[in-house]
């Protein structure tokens, strides 16, 4: 058997006889869109142009502008977040500070009526019995007296306030 090389397959002998096809072009081309034609005169054209440059410098400047109010609202949204953690943490402090409140108060009204428990047969001068009523006036003829105790020396005054004495010693704070 002769091999025959047909140009197309070389090499190739079953297809010796098989017609050629004929060469195209390796790649189809599509037709192009019409593009519309279309002319102005040379100052519509500059009027354009100009219009265009205006326009592109417009947007450049928006931007711009945008770009830096994004830039301001990051750190707006920074500052409220960090603000919001602030104030989640003061009003976690304030709950404490409110249950820390609530715990001296209830501390306080037990020492105040202990306080009025023992002072009970103890009669301040210019004073009734201490009672819930008067407290805080007796509490301050106290303070006074205690103040005031290089001033009046006198035995009276030096008995009442050992008698008191002796009466609140038993008051565990």
Do not use: W
Request: aromatic residues 4%.
């Amino acid at each position: 058997m002769t091999l025959r090389n047909s140009g197309l397959f070389p090499g190739c002998a079953s297809m010796h006889n098989m017609p050629r096809a004929p060469r195209t072009s390796s790649f189809v081309q599509t037709p192009k869109p019409p593009c519309p034609q279309t002319t102005f005169a040379s100052d519509s054209s500059i009027e354009s142009d100009e219009e265009i440059r205006h326009l592109d410098e417009e947007i450049k400047e928006l931007n711009e502008s945008n770009l830096k109010i994004e830039a301001d609202m990051m750190k707006l949204q920074t500052q409220i977040t960090s603000m919001e953690s602030n104030l989640k943490t003061i009003e976690e402090e304030n709950k404490l500070i409110e249950q820390n409140n609530e715990s001296l108060l209830k501390e306080l009204a037990g020492l105040s009526q202990a306080l009025i428990s023992s002072l009970a047969d103890i009669q301040l001068p210019q004073m009734g019995p201490i009672s819930e009523q008067n407290f805080e006036a007796y509490v301050s003829t106290l303070t006074d007296m205690y103040s005031n105790l290089e001033r009046d020396s006198s035995p009276e005054c030096k008995a009442l306030l050992e008698s008191i004495r002796q009466a609140v010693k038993g008051i565990h704070v």
